[in-house]
């Protein structure tokens, strides 16, 4: 069984210069990462934000092999063209090792509203952006009408020549059907391992009913960690934290979905998703010390390749 590992871009990544930059990340894909992955938003909470697809690129440069994930790109933000441009762009700088993650947001409304979005129509939004950018990646002339955008015979080139995943987060019904409709696969967050396995029989079936039942799907799951080698206490009051102060909002509102303890038993807890149909863990790690997160994170990964056997 081919299990993917994605890791959240290390807290102290930017702060360090180049040369301390490269070497992070070369140690994160000598460590049996996959690929980095990162949020984006555009003025969250208290106006922070990371913008996904300006860290993916600088991300790529930085090693010449590992993969890079926006996980999950806000794309109701943005007008489709633009941001099929930017993937076409993508497969120039870094062919093949783009994962497009997509989702609507919600957590923050008042961050729809200053990009002048109405949160109502996220989904719309979404869905009629994921259409066009699918038909122009593919090197289509498109013409679309709908409620959130027109564009006539609009077309990008040139055309990415290994195609660009997508992968669709969300936790409601909605994001399902999105997922079947236009991803590689769903990736979850805050959900039960029960929940992920049904979820994964809703994408099959809607897909198999599109007429998409040939994918060769690649569900994934992304979770915070709090991490420690010997001290469970330590690992959970970390990612507490950590998660609080982005969140802004009571860790009792994750806290149920959020592994935290030594590397055996963080892993422990995220093996039922394996069970479950998951093929891609995204692992943000919080740890005491922020050096430690890659080489804590490695153990999380390794113990999860052993109970997958």
């Not at 923050?108 to 009629?128: F, Q, T, W």
């Not at 806290?255 to 891609?280: D, F």
């Not at 919080?286 to 804590?296: F, G, N, R, Y």
Request: aromatic content about 8%.
């Amino acid at each position: 069984m081919e299990l993917k590992f994605g890791l959240g871009t290390p807290s102290n990544l930017w702060s360090l210069d180049w040369e301390g930059r490269k070497k992070a990340v070369t140690e994160i894909a000598d460590s049996g990462f996959d690929h980095i992955f990162m949020a984006d938003h555009v003025a969250f909470r208290d106006g922070s934000g990371t913008d996904g697809f300006v860290e993916v690129a600088s991300l790529s440069q930085l090693h010449p092999t590992i993969g890079v994930m926006i996980s999950i790109y806000l794309l109701p933000l943005r007008h489709p063209l633009p941001v099929a441009r930017q993937l076409a762009s993508m497969a120039r700088v870094a062919p093949g090792r783009l994962i497009f993650g997509v989702g609507i947001g919600g957590e923050d409304p008042h961050e729809m509203e200053v990009c002048g979005v109405n949160p109502r129509r996220r989904g719309v939004r979404a869905n009629e952006s994921l259409e066009i950018i699918k038909g122009l990646l593919n090197g289509e002339s498109v013409t679309f009408a709908g409620l959130e955008f027109d564009v006539t015979d609009a077309i990008i080139k040139p055309t990415p020549k290994i195609p660009i995943p997508v992968i669709v987060g969300g936790r409601s019904d909605a994001a399902l059907t999105r997922a079947a409709r236009f991803s590689e696969g769903w990736i979850g967050v805050w959900c039960s391992a029960r929940r992920f396995t049904e979820a994964v029989a809703t994408v099959a079936r809607e897909a198999q009913e599109l007429g998409r039942g040939d994918v060769n799907w690649c569900h994934g799951y992304q979770p915070w960690i709090g991490v420690h080698r010997n001290n469970s206490a330590k690992a959970h009051k970390t990612v507490k934290d950590g998660m609080e102060a982005f969140y802004q909002i009571p860790f009792s509102k994750f806290e149920r979905y959020t592994p935290s303890g030594t590397p055996a038993e963080v892993a422990e807890q995220l093996a039922p998703y394996i069970e479950s149909g998951c093929r891609l863990f995204n692992l943000k790690v919080c740890a005491e010390h922020p050096e430690e997160e890659v080489a804590l994170g490695a153990e999380v990964i390794e113990e999860l390749r052993r109970l997958a056997g």
